[in-house]
């Protein structure tokens, strides 16, 4: 029903600033949310970012601090996230995710998945 593919992910030295984008398919794309995750090795997939369906207003986890910012533009079907000041421990494959009238953080309510992205930042 929706596909997700994620694109801009690479390497970059620490301090420096990536932008991932995600390109959206599908029926009824406005009412999904959308996210970002991120894993690294050996460790849970983690929430990073959202774009909720009905308000459009960006949800962070605390633990960024800022320096990432989620956008949303409907009318191109992309979601993108600009990282700034980034540090090693951000390294990790980054995935877009999209779930239908979400309201969540928890990876497994979310409906559809992108194959993800590697961001690899070195000190």
């Known amino acids: 029903q929706v596909q997700l593919v994620e694109s801009g992910g690479g390497l970059v030295q620490a301090g420096g600033s990536l932008r991932l984008s995600c390109a959206a398919s599908?029926?009824?794309?406005?009412?999904?949310?959308m996210a970002w995750f991120r894993q690294a090795p050996g460790k849970e997939r983690e929430f990073v970012a959202a774009n909720t369906w009905n308000s459009g207003r960006p949800y962070y986890t605390d633990s960024l601090k800022g320096r990432f910012t989620i956008s949303r533009d409907n009318a191109k079907n992309t979601v993108s996230l600009q990282m700034n000041s980034l540090k090693p421990e951000d390294t990790a494959v980054y995935y877009c995710a999209a779930d239908l009238w979400g309201s969540t953080v928890v990876p497994t309510e979310y409906d559809f998945w992108g194959q993800g992205t590697q961001v690899t930042v070195s000190s």
């Open positions: 599908g029926r009824g794309l406005s009412s999904y949310t």
